[in-house]
């Protein structure tokens, strides 16, 4: 008989009463589900057997003897959450369901066609996935804010359980969730490592070093157990100290042998995400020799719930006041951010902010008047703030704002572009945008985001340029689906809409127009500001021009652009605080593309920027009033 090893030592053998495990049966299902994962593969021709194989145990014991939930509400709200985060291995979640009796066992040999939702990593498409994961090192991050959730704000029984590949282990991602839940003391977390000792091209760094993962987890503040991975008692007992840990996560680091079970392969090189071929048959049947129960499953895998998880309702969130500004006060967006931030926590009690210690220059710590438990601090580590964040909104338990410098959500874009394929409903909010934050210089000014948020499929993005669309952005942001991108600016910039405009997604608005204008001038935040300084320069020159504000680069009011360009002689300027390529500029261009006798004229940053003053970084750069009065000037003589 196996036993787990905890950081202490051994763990009693009257830990559990072994009596209520059904050993054999957990061995037979675990057996099952190899089974299951080499033919789905075969059928396929594609996918990771091996990788499976070495899971089959933990999964077997997870899903028929730990965890709690229900097979017709797979995502109750009081459930245990599970996120495979070495999402190659998606064959034996699959399995796993489809053993537990959620779907047919015949819908297996779907795998990766066209026509099914069983693809090669799974996503949510499927009711059992909360979040898509086979970008590795991220599962765990979303874990952790799905038990922070769970013990803080919940204040639930339900449990988080992350099954974590050891290759993917060297993802700094995956370093930066274990500090984040060690220091949140997430004792209903269990992070679950696979060490099979290969992988993808080699061996891993560490290979079967148990003690080296031992000590580097133990750092991190996890009650740690190192286990065989293979044995179902040992794991049984792990899964039960875990529940017991009280102030601390769970590690369970388990050994284990990729192609366990698989004659000639098991522990061998080169077998990384293939199907056997002509060795399945094989396999199959050294396997099978191996199951003592052929038949049903006796064990029932899904375990009574604690139904405690509150009802939630993330609906019609609005600002508790509305926006109270002067036209002509100068509010730096950011600012506004902060004071609408508060209202909607005020309105709404599952309103949450996450920070990356930046919080005082974001406004983000507007919160932390509000509600101190309802802000959430990540520290400098934006990789595992974006995860958390996407962790949070899962199973629509919170309605998420996570605030950075812009430039920083860059180091996040893997997390964002799978958070995108999550259907995760996410609000990011970036300060500090473009070279008008001044003197920090380049490092620090956001000039590439606006392209980054484009190309998320589904993504809004808000570009609000003054304290009133600031506010209004953030309360249509609360309410709508998928991921939205709010940018903020670090100057102060003047109040020029009522407080009572109505914004609308995929809308623009016309700040100033006549009959005789020459051109359309559309800026957003500080270049609407130089907009409409160039504006009245050119008006003391007989030339009026009209100035339009876009509120949401994506979706573009297409629509609104080429109606104000035609009654413009079809000449369109923009300008913008961003590098030329994917910004304000390119979707106006590709607004218009269709479209007859329209020439666009389009300042933005033309190479990499340096420290100054913001005035003189305008001017420096070509975005500036007198930049745009020239630009004006040369449209007009086309």
């Not at 038990?147 to 974590?164: E, H, M, N, Q, W």
């Not at 042998?257 to 392969?265: V, Y």
Request: overall charge negative; charged content about 20%; glycine content about 8%.
């Amino acid at each position: 008989m196996g036993c787990a090893q905890s950081s202490s030592g051994f763990l009693p053998e009257n830990t559990i009463v072994m009596a209520e495990i059904n050993v054999q049966e957990l061995r037979d299902i675990a057996n099952k589900l190899r089974v299951h994962s080499v033919k789905m593969t075969d059928a396929s021709n594609s996918g990771h057997p091996t990788s499976c194989a070495s899971m089959s145990e933990i999964m077997s014991v997870l899903f028929f003897h730990t965890m709690r939930y229900k097979l017709s509400s797979p995502k109750d709200p009081s459930s245990d959450r599970f996120i495979l985060s070495k999402g190659h291995a998606a064959p034996i979640l699959y399995a796993a369901w489809a053993e537990a009796g959620l779907f047919p066992k015949e819908e297996l040999m779907n795998l990766r066609k066209i026509d099914n939702d069983l693809e090669g990593h799974p996503t949510p498409r499927l009711n059992f996935v909360d979040v898509a994961t086979g970008s590795l090192g991220q599962g765990l991050s979303v874990a952790c804010g799905m038990a922070y959730v769970g013990k803080y704000y919940d204040k639930a029984s339900y449990r988080t359980y992350c099954l974590i590949g050891d290759g993917e282990s060297a993802e700094g991602s995956i370093w930066e969730a274990l500090s984040f839940a060690g220091i949140k003391k997430l004792d209903n977390l269990v992070a679950i490592f696979d060490i099979n000792r290969l992988g993808q091209s080699e061996p891993t760094a560490f290979q079967h070093d148990m003690d080296t993962y031992r000590m580097r987890l133990e750092g991190f503040g996890f009650n740690t157990l190192v286990v065989d991975g293979h044995d179902v008692e040992a794991l049984c007992k792990a899964f039960h100290e875990a529940a017991q840990a009280k102030g601390k996560p769970t590690a369970i680091l388990a050994k284990t042998f990729k192609g366990k079970g698989f004659p000639s392969i098991e522990d061998e090189d080169n077998w990384h995400g293939k199907p056997l071929g002509g060795k399945a048959a094989e396999v199959i049947a050294a396997v099978e020799a191996q199951i003592q129960n052929a038949g049903p499953n006796q064990l029932v895998p899904q375990k009574p719930l604690q139904d405690d998880a509150p009802s939630v309702d993330l609906s019609g969130i609005t600002l508790k006041s509305p926006p109270s500004y002067n036209m002509g006060d100068k509010v730096a967006t950011r600012q506004a951010y902060g004071t609408a931030l508060a209202k909607l926590a005020e309105s709404n009690p599952r309103v949450i902010a996450l920070d990356g210690d930046t919080k005082n220059s974001t406004f983000s710590n507007a919160m932390l008047k509000v509600d101190p438990s309802r802000y959430i601090e990540c520290f400098i580590a934006e990789q595992n703030l974006v995860g958390v964040g996407i962790g949070t909104a899962c199973r629509d338990r919170t309605v998420a704002f996570v605030s950075t410098f812009a430039a920083f959500f860059t180091r996040a874009f893997d997390q964002l572009r799978m958070g995108a394929i999550s259907q995760t409903n996410l609000n990011c909010v970036g300060s500090h945008a473009g070279v008008s934050i001044g003197e920090d210089g380049p490092s620090q000014m956001a000039l590439e985001d606006l392209a980054m948020f484009r190309s998320i499929p589904g993504c809004t993005v808000f570009y609000p340029s003054d304290a009133v669309s600031t506010e209004r952005a953030c309360e249509l942001a609360a309410n709508t689906q998928g991921i939205c991108f709010i940018r903020t600016s670090r100057p102060g910039t003047a109040v020029v809409y009522d407080n009572d405009h109505q914004f609308q997604i995929g809308k623009a608005n016309v700040l100033r127009s006549s009959g005789e204008d020459k051109a359309l001038v559309i800026g957003a935040a500080i270049t609407l500001r130089e907009a409409m300084t160039a504006a009245d320069s050119l008006a003391q020159d007989g030339v009026n021009v009209r100035i339009m504000d876009l509120f949401t680069i994506k979706p573009i009011d297409q629509e609104a652009i080429i109606k104000n360009a035609k009654e413009c002689g079809g000449r369109i300027v923009v300008v913008e605080d961003h590098y030329p390529e994917g910004g304000i500029g390119e979707a106006v261009k590709s607004a218009v593309a269709m479209e007859r006798d329209i020439i666009v004229k389009h300042l933005a940053v033309p190479r990499i920027p340096r420290s100054g003053k913001c005035d003189e970084l305008l001017e420096m750069f070509g975005i500036s009033a007198k930049a745009v009065a020239d630009a004006v000037r040369e449209v007009q003589s086309l």
